[in-house]
T-cell receptor
Framework: KAGVTQTPRYLIKTRGQQVTLSCSPISGHRSVSWYQQTPGQGLQFLFE???????NKGNFPGRFSGRQFSNSRSEMNVSTLELGDSALYLC????????????FGQGTRLTVV | TQLLEQSPQFLSIQEGENLTVYCNSSSVFSSLQWYRQEPGEGPVLLVTVVTGGEVKKLKRLTFQFGDARKDSSLHITAAQPGDTGLYLCAGYPMEYGNKLVFGAGTILRVKS
């Protein structure tokens, strides 16, 4: 069974640009959650999508948005990039039932210059 | 303030030593999970504990969930260089629904 796939693995963008990251969950999993990981803040929850709807949201500004498609693949978008958005962005896949084990992709390393 | 307080932040030990990592909270969790992460990679799930007082063993790793489901510990016996990595506890707080929250992590370095 294939794991969680995130693309691209690495990205370099300049301030003010926007970026889209992609996550394909484990086959059969219907929930995708996104996290931002930085050395100073650790892993911070961005949002969770289940059956194409945002089910939970963290405390990030509106520049961070996401969506989920009917095949459960999810995309995350960050607009008007800031230097502080440089981080490892991780997506986690679960079957969708509440409080189940989360399986992570390898992440996308975003560097904003 | 982190909902899950993890300690210590850093641990550097010699091969063969034992160690314990703690994860504490004032909130009750429906379950707690432990992950290990290597640089540039995503966290890999080690174990999930669900029942208060539960103890799970994974080779040299022993995980315990507190009776009140507010805390957990990870004990490694006879640590090896291959155990080096970032250890993260995570859980679903009862009052937060389906949001998985993480501790800040413990960076473990095992020297040979």
């Amino acid at each position: 069974k294939a794991g969680v796939t995130q693309t691209p693995r690495y990205l370099i963008k300049t301030r003010g640009q926007q970026v889209t990251l992609s996550c394909s969950p484990i086959s059969g999993h219907r929930s995708v959650s996104w996290y931002q990981q930085t050395p100073g803040q650790g892993l911070q929850f961005l949002f969770e999508y289940f059956s194409e709807t945002q089910r939970n949201k963290g405390n990030f500004p509106g520049r961070f948005s996401g969506r989920q498609f009917s095949n459960s693949r999810s995309e995350m978008n960050v607009s008007t990039l800031e230097l502080g958005d440089s981080a490892l962005y991780l997506c986690a896949s679960t079957p969708g039932d509440e409080n189940t084990e989360a399986f992570f992709g390898q992440g996308t390393r975003l560097t904003v210059v | 303030t982190q909902l899950l307080e993890q300690s210590p932040q850093f641990l550097s030990i010699q091969e063969g030593e034992n160690l314990t990592v703690y994860c504490n909270s004032s909130s009750v969790f429906s379950s707690l999970q432990w992950y290990r992460q290597e640089p540039g990679e995503g966290p890999v799930l080690l174990v999930t504990v669900v029942t208060g007082g539960e103890v799970k063993k994974l080779k040299r790793l022993t995980f315990q969930f507190g009776d009140a489901r507010k805390d957990s510990s990870l004990h490694i016996t006879a640590a090896q260089p291959g155990d080096t990595g970032l250890y993260l506890c995570a859980g679903y707080p009862m009052e937060y629904g389906n949001k998985l929250v993480f501790g800040a992590g413990t960076i473990l370095r095992v020297k040979s």
